[in-house]
């Protein structure tokens, strides 16, 4: 069973590499070759030693796992939106199909239409919709039949080293188009009343609204519903930080842990309350009776957090376990493993783009393999005690490699923090919550007092994860390691966590030294590497020397708390090893320049702050040494690399010549910090949002050493700015425009975009190509090896520009 649920994780897996999908000619001769094996296997397997046997059977459960993704995947892009229909009006009649999630004044939640208009005219349907209604959002209930007016896109996430990829979020989930609910008069109303068409997700959305109404404004109330049915929408980013540098995130999502604890109460419970009627006993065992209970306890839990990867893989275990005992036959736990993960992905194959499933799935072999030979004997509490200590220690050293491949940071501490907190949630406050949530229908007076017991229960294991996070050592953070040092690390911690009689366990640690202290390269003296991260319609750009690292604006913030700062550039950071941001510039105070900023310092210590708007940085409570104004004329040199400010040439109002800007005025666009770097014959010249007046004035003052090999384009290529007499001056060989994906100020212009051409530039933007690298200064580079990220990590659910 190993072999063939690892054969088949294998081939699922190589086909989520592919940037497109097999031909139609392909897949054909991978079921002759499917086939073939089988008739091998089947026919031939006596004749076979049990070694070709095996090698056999592998390749077959590969081939069939890579045909199987194959199908999936060509079934769910088969639902892509036509791309016509992007950015245009359209009505939809459909039934929402999850729970509502409200934040702020927006409303978001999916929706599976069944009918979509276009000026009256029908048009293809795409798959489940993914909605956000802004203004004033009506009430909304799942398996409500609507009719609704929306404006659609295509799914389009950033595309960054170390990022998180929205695009493979969405397609696991089947969303294939994305968009927002516009406002007209008539058409948004509700059709019908909720059905009975999602059943789970409506008992779930009313358990929310009696949690919500019983537990209040508790501070950490999102903690109980996450426990009671897997909600975690109300657990804000403060509290997510304490989670994940404890490493203790696992304890909000229903797991396997929780579905076993779940499980097993059931089982003993109804196994011994079965023991005391005779008639009872002698009609059916009470162990199978116990069995049942546990098995339809557990389905019950996993329907409630919405059957997630982790709680997939519990049921499976848990359900194998519980038939064995029905059936009275005996099962191994790595045979269990191997069937949860086989079911698994052939009922989702699109499960591995989660990271749950690899943390989930790795967790729980790390056990098995390092507690192999360990579970016999004493059950005493000290040894009890040492086990458990144990079984924390092999999680957080064997999950190591995987979460620094993943999110480039682990946690120090998960080990004492685990010790007491998964006891605690386990044995007290799930209880309370489960036990709470159930009687809050039943006995509402008991329910209440129960959820309060439970609220309690986490007050006190929240004060401890508060004092162990505080501690700055509590999250190891690096680069992203190369791939040969995640095999040998691998094979490293194979032998470290090897069972007892194998000899120098602890030579294994050697070979797990590489992944600790890989780095992204290094950079040469007078050289530097520039990175235009895609941030959207904002802009963010990463200057690295050999010793010293510069950002060049944050992004913007949106009004769900989301922002730019943490989510993108703090995880590209991490990925090239850098700990330290020596200077941020904050070109201006726009959001999408200013708006990542605080999130941004409160992850990575940053030394010095220039910026246009220094007033602005101190209602951000950013903490750092300096925080000064950028003034032309301000020059340093960084490892035989030159920076000079350009602009603006005075703190007050723009300077004579410059005008005001088109919108602000007082310290607007044209007040933005403009920034030249300089790296040996290359250069890059990072403009804000200077308009016509800013670019006139540097024109003016500096005419053709303005000069510069990279231009990221003023404005994001609006209109008001890259006059003809500004290009002609930097005269770039690369234009960067940083824009979002169909955003709705159009940038760039088309005629700013001819300038550029008829001057013989190449150009890339960010919402086409993703983040977008470059070196600088090298000695032997005569062109620019230019790597654009979108095309580089290219996959095939992935939203690729045409050519």
């Known amino acids: 069973m190993g072999v063939v649920a690892l054969g088949f994780l294998i081939g699922v897996v190589v086909l989520q590499q592919l940037p497109s999908l097999p031909s139609l000619w392909f897949s054909l001769l991978l079921v002759l070759i499917t086939v073939l094996l089988l008739v091998l296997v089947v026919v031939l397997a006596t004749r076979f030693h049990p070694r070709w046997r095996v090698l056999l059977s592998f390749l077959l459960s590969a081939t069939a796992g890579f045909f199987w993704a194959s199908i999936v995947a060509v079934m769910l892009l088969a639902d892509g939106l036509d791309p016509v229909l992007e950015g245009q009006d359209v009505v939809v009649e459909g039934v929402v199909a999850s729970l ?88 948004n109303q509700r059709l019908a009343k909720a059905s009975v068409s999602y059943p789970v997700d409506q008992v779930r959305q009313n358990l929310r609204e009696k949690l919500d109404k019983t537990l209040g404004d508790h501070e950490l109330k999102g903690i109980v519903m996450a426990l009671a049915i897997g909600d975690r929408q ?17 304890l909000v999502a229903i797991s396997g842990l929780h579905i076993g604890l779940v499980a097993g109460f059931a089982f003993f419970a109804v196994r011994r309350l079965w023991r005391l009627s005779a008639k009872a006993v002698l009609f059916w065992p009470a162990a199978k009776a116990g069995a049942l209970a546990g098995l339809v306890a557990a389905a019950g839990y996993a329907m409630l957090a919405g ?51 690899w943390l989930s799935f790795s967790a729980v072999a790390i ?48 080990p004492l923090a685990n010790l007491v907190a998964v006891p605690w949630v386990s044995l007290v406050t799930v209880p309370l919550t489960l036990l709470g949530t159930v009687f809050l229908s039943l006995v509402p007076f008991v329910g209440e007092s129960l ?62 030294l590489p992944v600790v202290f890989s780095g992204s390269g290094a950079i040469a003296d007078g050289e530097v590497r520039f990175a235009l991260l895609d941030v959207g319609q904002g802009l963010a750009a990463v200057v690295r020397t050999q010793n010293h690292v510069l950002v060049f604006d944050t992004g913007p913030r949106y009004s769900s708390g989301f922002n730019t700062g943490g989510a993108v550039i703090a995880p590209y950071l991490r990925a090239k090893g850098v700990g330290r941001i020596d200077t941020l510039v904050i070109s201006h105070g726009d959001n999408d320049h200013i708006g990542g900023a605080s999130d941004l310092a409160s992850q990575i210590p940053v030394e010095r702050i220039l910026s246009s708007v220094p007033e602005r940085l101190d209602s951000l409570k950013i903490e750092t040494l300096e925080v000064t104004n950028c003034l032309a004329g301000d020059q340093w040199q960084w490892d035989g690399v030159q920076f000079e400010v350009l602009n603006p040439s005075s703190v007050g109002d723009a300077a004579p010549g410059m005008g005001k800007s088109s919108k602000k005025g007082r310290k607007g666009n044209n007040h933005s910090c403009v920034l030249r770097v300089q790296a040996g014959d290359d250069s890059v010249l990072l403009t804000g949002d200077i308009e016509r007046g800013a670019e006139r004035n540097l024109v003016n003052l500096f ?57 013989n530039a190449q150009l890339f933007d960010s919402a086409s190509h993703g983040a977008i690298e470059m070196q600088l200064g090298g000695k032997n580079n005569a062109e620019f090896i230019i790597q654009t990220w979108r095309q580089k990590s290219a996959r095939y659910w992935h939203n690729l520009p045409p050519g």
Do not use: C
Not at 234 to 250: D, K
């Open 451 to 512: 959820l309060e017991l439970a609220l309690w229960s986490t007050d006190i294991l929240w004060w401890l994860l508060q004092v162990l996070s505080s501690w700055s050592l509590a999250q190891w953070m690096q680069a992203m390691p190369s791939n040969w040092a995640l095999a040998g690390a691998a094979l490293g911690l194979a032998w470290l966590l090897a069972p007892r009689g194998i000899p120098n366990r602890w030579l294994g640690a050697v070979w797990v």
């Open 307 to 357: 059957f997630s990867v982790p709680t997939q893989r519990a049921l499976v275990m848990v359900a194998v376990v519980m038939l064995a005992v029905m059936l009275q036959r005996r099962t191994q736990a790595s045979s269990l493993l191997s069937l949860a993960l086989l079911l698994v992905l052939m009922i989702d194959p699109m499960a591995v783009l989660a990271p749950g499933f």
């Open 234 to 250: 109300q657990i804000n980013r403060s509290q997510w930080e304490v989670l994940t540098r404890t490493g203790t995130s696992h």
């Open 100 to 187: 509502p999630e409200t934040q702020n004044r927006r409303m978001r939640f999916e929706f599976m239409p069944d009918s979509l208009r276009r000026d009256g005219e029908i048009q293809s349907l795409p798959g489940k919709l993914l909605l956000s209604w802004y203004q004033q959002p009506p009430e909304m209930n799942v398996g409500e039949r609507w009719r609704l007016q929306v404006r659609l896109k295509r799914p389009h996430g950033f595309m960054n080293p170390g990022g998180f990829d929205y695009e493979a979020f969405l397609f696991r989930k089947g969303i294939r188009a994305k968009g927002y609910v516009r406002k007209a008069h008539g058409v």
């Open 367 to 414: 056990i098995l393999y390092g507690m192999a030979g360990r579970l016999g004997g004493d059950i005493g509490w000290r040894k009890w005690w040492w086990r458990w200590g144990r079984v924390q220690w092999l999680v957080t050293i064997g999950l190591f490699p995987i979460l620094i491949l993943l999110f480039q940071k682990a946690s120090v501490i998960s």
């Open 703 to 759: 005419g053709g050493k303005l000069a510069s090999s990279i231009l990221v384009v003023p404005h994001h290529g609006s209109k008001t700015s890259s006059t003809a007499a500004f290009i002609d001056a930097v005269s770039p060989q690369i234009a960067l425009f940083p824009v979002g994906y169909r955003n709705r100020y159009g940038f760039p212009k088309a005629p700013v975009v001819k300038r550029y051409k008829v001057r």
